[in-house]
């Protein structure tokens, strides 16, 4: 009778857990940050205890798209491929018919159906589970802080199933120095479990995520500017982890007393926009670049000045002389075009013979006067008649 009643419930199962690629049963769905960890599940609910042969897990971006394996295992050898290699990680119970996927630091490229199949031992039947994997944009790993607030640092990864995480740690590094400093940290194979830092940190950092959902984050509160820095999380499923880096800056409050901010430490190589300083009455001093800057303009601008005052004083010197040859050459082309005249005048003399009128006799005389052609000498020609008796 229990026979019977296997090999009627047995084949139910299966094929029930194979009827899923045909029914109209929605994948349950994976929403995952750029960076972050996706966990999904995959278990073969059965009576029996029946070895798992095989498990292969599958991407599906679309019906045009190729297939892509992303890893697969077989004599009990777990295989990542292509560019999943050293991010996807077997991390279910074989020995439980559980086949669940880690896939660590998702990238955008791994948006799409993700199918799992696993071969029983001694079964034909193909045991099959889909998930759809959604990408959103990565979330900013830099967070700016005020001083004396709190500052929200999250760590976790989605899943699928009830994987329950078994170890969080949280770790500070300032940069100042090359050890690590422990914030928080809870352990589930410890019989104390929780640690937290008794120093830095000691009384300011809570956990704000739910354990046993995957999440492992912490608020920080009354943030000083000593807690600047580099922040890890560490979030453990059984021997296999998943990190996340956080950098965190602390701003101090602008002085309302004197208009003036105080001066923020900087982290190197972290690039953040800074508030503007707001506009104040003191003096502004200038550093010695500044200074040697300055001195050098106005040294170059007096040697230059001398220069400058001897080549306006050449070109007007160069203009005064262009004119006055100018003014030559228009007075020799007037001359040349109005030649010297000559104006002759006859003088008329009378000389008496033997005194008296009847004697009379007369003589004509030539004279010559020349005339020029300038204006302001002006010249007009002349008849003078002179008559002697």
């Known amino acids: 009778m229990l026979r019977l009643l296997k090999l009627i419930v047995i084949p139910m199962i299966l094929g029930d857990s194979q009827g899923l690629t045909s029914r109209a049963v929605s994948p349950p769905e994976l929403r995952v940050h750029v960076g972050d960890s996706a966990l999904m599940g995959c278990v073969v609910q059965s009576p029996e205890e029946k070895d798992v042969v095989k498990v292969d897990w599958i991407l599906s ?62 079964k034909s039947m193909v045991f099959k589970k889909f998930v759809v994997l959604r990408v959103l944009p990565e979330k900013p790993k830099e967070l700016t802080v005020l001083e004396g607030g709190s500052a929200e640092m999250g ?67 009354t943030v000083k500017e000593s807690d600047q820095g580099v922040y890890t999380c560490h979030i453990y499923l059984g021997k296999l982890e998943s990190k996340k880096t956080i950098v965190l800056r602390v701003i101090q409050e602008e002085s309302q007393e004197y208009g003036d901010p105080l001066e923020a430490f900087s982290l190197s190589q972290v690039l953040i926009a800074t508030t503007p300083r707001p506009k104040t009455n003191r003096p502004v001093i200038l550093d010695g670049n500044q200074l040697v800057i ?21 070109t007007q010197w160069n203009k005064s002389s ?27 003399t009378w000389e008496s013979m033997d005194g008296g009128p009847s004697g009379q006799s007369e003589a004509t005389y030539m004279t010559m006067h020349p005339v020029w052609p300038s204006s302001s000498r002006a010249s007009s020609l002349a008849l003078s008649s002179v008559r002697s008796k």
Not at 115 to 120: D, H
Not at 294 to 314: D, H, Q, Y
Not at 326 to 345: D, F, I, M, Q, R
Request: glycine share 6%.
């Open 61 to 122: 971006k679309g019906e045009h798209a190729e297939n892509e394996y992303v890893l697969y295992y077989y004599s009990n050898l777990s295989v990542p491929t292509g560019r999943f290699q050293n991010r996807s990680h077997l991390v279910g119970d074989i020995l439980q018919n559980d086949g669940s996927l880690l896939l660590q630091n998702v990238q955008e490229a791994d948006q799409g159906t993700y199918t799992c199949e696993i071969r029983l031992k001694n």
């Open 155 to 221: 760590c976790f990864f989605q899943s699928t199933e009830e994987k329950h995480v078994t170890k969080v740690d949280w770790m500070f590094s300032s940069r100042k120095h090359a050890k690590e400093e422990v914030v928080w940290s809870h352990d589930f194979n410890t019989p104390s479990g929780h640690f937290q830092n008794q120093g830095h940190f000691q009384n300011r950092v809570n956990l704000i995520g739910d354990l046993s959902h995957n999440d492992g984050s912490i608020m920080l509160q």
């Open 294 to 314: 300055i001195v050098g303009i106005v040294c170059a601008t007096f040697l230059l000045l001398p220069v400058l005052i001897l080549i306006v004083k050449k």
């Open 322 to 348: 262009v004119n006055s040859t100018a003014s030559l050459k228009s007075l020799e082309n007037k001359e040349k075009t109005n030649p010297e005249k000559h104006v002759y005048s006859s003088i008329t």
